[in-house]
């Protein structure tokens, strides 16, 4: 009996945007002026709000948070081919698109400052909250998707990101595997950074990609680079569109890096070099978009100074409105676990308060 092969893979890679705005113009997605400018400026808000959030956590005006200074466009390209009907589920280094999903920046200062109202986008639907249990959000995508089958939605899909740290989280493997076995309309982006905390990417996983990963669940993975804000958007777009038409999930992986600390409560000079950090910098996303703007003529100074004072003056607005909500209920958590009152929770509440009480009246 011969040995034969059963199976082999191959992952592919896309750049359509290189590092000096050059285009593969074969590979272009179709986009009208209006939406590179409005992922321009996704982009551009995110950097500014990220810069803005590190000096009032330094002043002590709000809590730590997690900077996605360099990841811009492997949350904004996809978050551009995002339909209004499409769930999307971030996990903590999602800034810029929650913004351009249209969450309003004082509520994402809410939840850095530790208020559970951070937790809930009012009026904004499919949007999920910000999920700081590494992986946690994966196994809810693929039920959202799951369940979106059931119901019958063909309109809708799952956008749902996570960093290569998730990746060797149980949640990652079950979810992806649900979701594959299940036809789950789920698009799932990790946004590889190269770093979890100080753990790098060689110590994460042993495989020549995180895109591999979804041979084994029976799903198409491909690697994409992930500071090529049109890559993002050409790659979750196919992938959405696939999802969609009952063809299931894929795995996204976008080759990035975080440029800042992993949030304002480590100091990565101690466990990563300083020519590394040098060499993504001249890779920045922003600088790649701006570039190819220009020279399609849609972008030049005048019009980036205004854009920059305009985002500076929202930022400016949200903050006022961040720091001006003082009264909160002081047992909203207890309120938001479940869609409907549970006895458990209920209890909980209840003896929450009554300790509340009791403290106070030991002053
Ligand atoms: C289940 C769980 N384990 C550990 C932590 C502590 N923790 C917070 S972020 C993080 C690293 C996450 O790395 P990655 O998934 O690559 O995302 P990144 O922070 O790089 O965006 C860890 C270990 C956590 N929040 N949840």
């Known amino acids: 009996m011969p040995r034969t092969e059963f199976a082999s893979f191959s992952i592919p890679h896309l750049r359509i945007l290189d590092e000096r705005g050059g285009l593969d ?20 808000w995110a950097r500014e709000a990220d810069q803005r959030m590190l000096r009032l956590q330094r002043q002590g005006r709000m809590g730590t948070f997690s900077p996605s200074t360099g990841q811009e466009a492997a949350a904004c390209g996809p978050a551009l081919a995002l339909g209004e009907r499409d769930w999307l589920v971030p996990a903590f280094r999602e800034l810029g698109a ?10 994402v200062l809410l939840f850095w400052g530790g208020f559970e109202e951070g937790n809930v986008y009012p009026g904004l639907d499919r949007t999920l909250p910000n999920a700081v249990i590494v992986g946690s959000q994966i196994p ?11 119901r019958g939605e063909k ?19 079950e979810g992806l595997n649900f979701a594959a076995v299940w036809k789950a309309p789920v698009v799932f982006v990790c946004q590889n950074n190269q770093w979890a905390i100080s753990t790098p990417l060689a110590k994460q996983t042993a495989a020549a990609s995180v895109a591999q990963k979804a041979v084994a669940y029976g799903m198409p993975g491909v690697r994409v680079d992930g500071n090529d804000p ?30 800042m600390m992993h949030t304002t409560a480590d100091d990565p000079t101690k466990y990563r070099g300083d020519e590394e950090v040098k060499a993504w910098e001249g890779r920045d996303p922003l600088v790649r978009l701006r570039l190819y703007l220009e020279r399609r003529g849609h972008w030049d100074e005048a019009r980036e100074t205004a854009l920059r004072e305009e985002v500076k003056a929202l930022i400016d607005a949200e903050v006022r409105r961040y720091e001006s909500m003082k009264e909160f209920p002081i047992a909203a958590p207890f309120d938001n676990v479940y869609g409907t009152p549970h006895p458990n929770i209920a209890e909980q509440k209840e003896e929450f308060l009554r300790a509340l009480e009791e403290d106070g009246r030991r002053g």
């Open 25 to 44: 113009e074969a590979l272009a997605p179709d986009l009208s002026p209006p939406e590179l400018e409005r992922l321009y400026r996704g982009m551009v």
């Open 98 to 107: 929650l913004l351009m999903r249209g969450v309003p920046l004082h509520r």
């Open 140 to 150: 809810h995508a693929a039920g959202i998707g799951y369940a979106l089958r059931l």
């Open 155 to 173: 309109d809708a899909a799952v956008l749902c990101f996570f960093g290569d740290g998730a990746t060797s989280e149980g949640d990652f493997h």
């Open 230 to 259: 049109l890559a993002m958007y050409e790659a979750t777009r196919a992938a959405l569109a696939r999802a969609r038409a009952g063809e299931g999930p894929t795995l996204i992986e976008a080759a990035t890096y975080r440029l």
